[in-house]
């Protein structure tokens, strides 16, 4: 019997996949773990735990599980993951018994140490593990946000598993970007795992792709280009496509941010990499609301990025958002022309409606409404297949997320500190 699980999904697969490596290299056993997509095989197993991760966006269809859970089993339910993180509180209100809060590699392992010993009960000895929250009695305990300072330490997948990921080489982001949860949960310098590591690792990979905020930043603390860090990587790969393997760089699910797409990064791609895709975040067609988000970009830098793709053979998809905060009928326009600029030169534009997140410095504010001429543009554009997206979705999410964040708002934690409300 398996005492304890680990509920997968199609979201929280890639997290699952680099925990499960974390565990295995400090030693444990995951041979000892049900691993499982199927709730209904972790109902009939009825373990003492199980581990879950999930965005902030699941959080409703969660908590179906969880009451399920609660009805038909006396499992412990550990939660981590972004939500976790940014709502510890929420999360335990949800039904949680622990939350996992900040970098899971070394707490997880911890916590699964202890609740063993303790035979699977929340005990005072969790105190001493940074990282959790939980109630002992009747008393709320936050041991404080837990922090990986070399994540390169795990692999990033367990030895004795077949189970394979797309591989973290980067992780953190220094642009703040305001409705991002990224730099403020993973911090403000992005941190890389080695040549060596990342190549021996990508040996088990049929199609070698990559988890990183802005993949042509590896190498550098993450606001700069170190060419030569960049060339290193994906001349290290090539023996590997020789084999066969095929590697994607700078597309799904990793994206480029625009002023790093110049004609030699370009360069390095036609000749290092197999995707002739790149995607890159604009989030609007103006200025001002550029800055607004902190994004620290222009419009023109993404023309320039555009224009360089297209004389390079690579085809942009380009991400806008929309809805923003204090958007103005005038800026939604803009953004408009933009995304037409960017299909008439042959790009693919994927919409994206603003949505609240937790432990970001929007969290707290509002969509603005879209004007007649934005929804009939989207609409009419999606009909020919023009423009790609879940905005329509998006649209009555962000409605339940911002009637959450209003209804069970929590100062979150902060890889860098008290985090700025700007709503």
């Given at each position: 019997?398996?005492?304890i699980?680990?509920?997968?999904?199609?979201?929280?697969?890639?997290?699952?996949?680099?925990?499960?490596?974390a565990?295995?290299?400090?030693?444990?056993?995951?041979?000892?773990?049900?691993?499982?997509?199927d709730?209904?095989?972790?109902?009939?197993?009825?373990?003492?735990?199980v581990?879950?991760?999930?965005?902030?966006?699941?959080?409703?269809?969660?908590?179906?599980?969880?009451?399920?859970?609660?009805?038909k089993?006396?499992?412990?339910?550990?939660?981590?993951?972004?939500?976790?993180t940014a709502?510890?509180?929420?999360?335990?209100?949800?039904?949680?018994?622990?939350?996992?809060?900040?970098?899971?590699?070394?707490v997880?392992f911890?916590?699964?140490?202890?609740l063993?010993?303790?035979?699977?009960?929340?005990?005072?000895e969790?105190?001493?593990?940074?990282?959790?929250a939980?109630?002992?009695?009747?008393?709320?305990?936050f041991?404080?946000?837990?922090k990986?300072?070399?994540?390169?330490?795990?692999?990033?997948?367990?030895?004795?598993s077949?189970?394979?990921?797309?591989?973290?080489?980067?992780r953190?982001?220094?642009f703040?970007?305001?409705?991002?949860?990224?730099p403020?949960a993973?911090g403000?310098?992005?941190?890389?795992?080695p040549?060596?590591?990342?190549?021996?690792?990508?040996r088990r990979?049929?199609?070698?792709?990559?988890?990183?905020?802005?993949?042509?930043?590896y190498?550098?603390?993450?606001?700069?280009?170190?060419l030569?860090?960049l060339?290193?990587?994906?001349k290290?790969?090539?023996?590997l496509r020789?084999?066969?393997?095929?590697?994607?760089?700078?597309?799904?699910?990793?994206e480029?941010r625009?002023?790093?797409?110049?004609?030699?990064?370009?360069?390095?791609?036609?000749?290092?990499?197999d995707?002739r895709?790149?995607?890159?975040?604009?989030?609007?067609?103006?200025?001002?609301?550029?800055?607004?988000?902190?994004?620290?970009?222009?419009?023109?830098?993404?023309?320039?990025?555009?224009?360089?793709?297209?004389?390079?053979?690579?085809?942009?998809?380009?991400?806008?958002?929309?809805?923003?905060p204090?958007?103005?009928?005038?800026?939604?326009?803009?953004?408009?022309?933009?995304?037409?600029?960017?299909?008439?030169?042959?790009?693919?534009?994927?919409?994206?409606?603003?949505?609240?997140?937790?432990?970001?410095?929007w969290?707290?504010?509002?969509?603005?409404?879209?004007?007649?001429e934005?929804?009939?543009?989207?609409?009419?554009?999606?009909?020919?297949?023009?423009?790609?997206?879940?905005?329509?979705?998006?649209?009555?999410l962000?409605k339940?997320?911002?009637?959450?964040?209003?209804?069970?708002?929590?100062?979150?934690?902060s890889?860098?500190?008290?985090?700025?409300?700007l709503?």
């Amino acid at each position: 019997m398996r005492e304890i699980a680990i509920r997968m999904t199609r979201r929280n697969h890639n997290a699952f996949v680099h925990l499960l490596g974390a565990l295995e290299s400090q030693g444990f056993d995951i041979g000892e773990l049900l691993i499982t997509k199927d709730l209904d095989e972790i109902l009939r197993a009825k373990p003492k735990v199980v581990l879950y991760s999930f965005f902030t966006e699941e959080v409703w269809d969660v908590e179906k599980e969880i009451a399920l859970l609660k009805e038909k089993t006396n499992a412990l339910l550990v939660a981590g993951g972004y939500h976790a993180t940014a709502m510890p509180r929420h999360t335990l209100r949800m039904g949680f018994d622990i939350a996992v809060v900040g970098e899971g590699e070394e707490v997880i392992f911890q916590l699964l140490e202890v609740l063993k010993r303790s035979n699977f009960r929340i005990t005072k000895e969790l105190v001493n593990i940074r990282g959790l929250a939980f109630y002992l009695g009747d008393n709320f305990v936050f041991t404080g946000l837990a922090k990986v300072e070399d994540f390169t330490k795990f692999p990033p997948f367990a030895e004795s598993s077949r189970l394979i990921a797309p591989m973290e080489i980067s992780r953190g982001c220094p642009f703040g970007c305001y409705y991002c949860q990224t730099p403020y949960a993973k911090g403000f310098r992005m941190r890389h795992r080695p040549i060596e590591q990342i190549v021996k690792y990508s040996r088990r990979m049929k199609d070698m792709r990559y988890i990183t905020p802005n993949a042509f930043a590896y190498g550098s603390p993450g606001a700069v280009l170190r060419l030569d860090k960049l060339e290193a990587l994906l001349k290290a790969l090539q023996p590997l496509r020789k084999e066969g393997r095929r590697l994607f760089y700078g597309t799904f699910p990793s994206e480029v941010r625009p002023e790093f797409v110049k004609p030699e990064t370009l360069e390095l791609l036609i000749k290092y990499a197999d995707n002739r895709r790149l995607a890159i975040g604009a989030q609007s067609g103006d200025d001002e609301m550029l800055k607004a988000m902190h994004r620290l970009h222009t419009t023109e830098h993404v023309r320039q990025a555009v224009e360089y793709m297209l004389e390079y053979g690579i085809e942009p998809v380009v991400d806008f958002i929309v809805g923003l905060p204090n958007e103005s009928e005038e800026s939604q326009r803009k953004s408009i022309e933009f995304m037409k600029w960017v299909m008439r030169k042959g790009g693919k534009v994927r919409a994206h409606y603003f949505m609240p997140l937790p432990g970001t410095p929007w969290a707290r504010c509002k969509p603005s409404p879209l004007s007649e001429e934005m929804k009939k543009f989207l609409g009419r554009m999606a009909a020919k297949g023009y423009i790609e997206g879940s905005w329509g979705v998006q649209i009555e999410l962000s409605k339940k997320l911002q009637k959450l964040i209003e209804e069970f708002y929590e100062e979150s934690p902060s890889y860098v500190g008290s985090l700025k409300q700007l709503c």
